[in-house]
């Protein structure tokens, strides 16, 4: 375990790409929905958001379309407290937009991202971004599928001369972003990050495998594995021991955002320097917020609440359930 970073002298970086999202604003089935509601989503700066509320300095990087959806993203973020000056503003690339419906059992996404302004981020974008105060730097597959600049560009955060800075990779694997391309590249970007977060479903989806062992095994070069195991909790693999601890019960409103909470809370917890079990406790109590609502970043849990789950016994954890309204 490495010991905490200093808050006050360092920063961490989430880059990728950010859309503007609509979500239904009223109940009943899609096609009858004349009513949105106007949010963002994107899951590196979901994640950057979530790690602003636990108190560092945040920053985002990305591309931008100089239109109403980029100003809507920019405007959104920094009332998190996310630092934007970073993101590229592009005057031909528009910002990418995506359509939500809800569904507490898995919402159906679509996207309308082709040629957006992120799409046309490349290793350039490194130049002058400033990292020596830099602890971590988040990423993800979707990046990677965007274009051949962006891989280029996650190709070269991962340069295995990067320092001492950690870099985090969540595999979020979109099927529809890797039609026609080579997915053999995603196993070969996790295993130069330094610690890898992966759902059991999208790894058994993409590799026929789910088990955190057998991951292990794919991916055996990060210092730490990750693998999210939906309802069930998550497993932790580090230096050759591995932990488990179930996730908390929610009556889900909508899944969509909740991995990017449990990656926030869980690397926050690992840059304060803190055990397995608080790491993995971190990132489900997170999670918790994003489950209860149909936005992409929810309400977090109150603080007093936090402590308490975090030192709570086995069992007392395990029956602790959440529902609308008992956030506090």
């Not at 973020?77 to 809800?102: I, N």
């Not at 040629?115 to 971004?129: F, K, W």
């Not at 991962?158 to 001492?164: E, I, Q, S, V």
């Amino acid at each position: 375990m490495k010991p905490p970073v200093d808050r006050g002298a360092a920063d961490v970086v989430c880059l990728g790409e950010s859309m503007a999202l609509f979500v239904p604003a009223e109940p009943g089935p899609t096609h009858e929905v004349t009513s949105w509601t106007r949010t963002v989503g994107g899951a590196e700066s979901n994640v950057a958001c979530h790690l602003a509320r636990f108190g560092w300095h945040s920053r985002w990087v990305s591309a931008l379309g100089r239109d109403a959806f980029g100003r809507a993203i920019l405007d959104r973020l920094t009332s998190f407290g996310v630092d934007v000056a970073d993101v590229a503003r592009d005057e031909h690339r528009p910002t990418g937009l995506y359509v939500k419906e809800a569904d507490a059992n898995g919402s159906t996404v679509r996207y309308f991202r082709r040629g957006s302004a992120a799409s046309g981020m490349g290793p350039e974008l490194l130049e002058g971004l400033g990292l020596d105060r830099t602890a971590l730097i988040h990423l993800s597959g979707i990046t990677a599928a965007l274009s051949e600049s962006c891989l280029a560009l996650v190709t070269a955060i991962l340069d295995p001369w990067r320092g001492d800075r950690l870099v985090s990779f969540d595999l979020n694997w979109r099927p529809a972003l890797w039609r026609n391309k080579d997915t053999a590249v995603l196993a070969e970007l996790a295993n130069k990050a330094d610690i890898v977060l992966v759902g059991s479903d999208e790894a058994e989806a993409l590799w026929g495998i789910g088990d955190p062992l057998a991951l292990r095994e794919l991916l055996p070069e990060p210092r730490t594995l990750v693998v999210k195991q939906a309802e069930h909790g998550a497993t932790m693999v580090e230096n050759g021991q591995s932990w488990f601890q179930p996730a908390l019960k929610v009556d889900v409103v909508e899944p969509v955002g909740a991995g990017d909470a449990f990656a926030a809370g869980f690397l926050s917890s690992t840059l304060d320097g803190e055990d397995p079990v608080t790491r993995l406790r971190r990132g489900h109590l997170c999670a918790v917020g994003s489950l209860l609502t149909r936005d992409d970043v929810g309400e977090p849990v109150a603080a007093e609440l936090v402590e308490r789950l975090l030192a709570a016994d086995d069992e007392t954890w395990a029956n602790t359930h959440f529902s609308a309204g008992t956030r506090a």
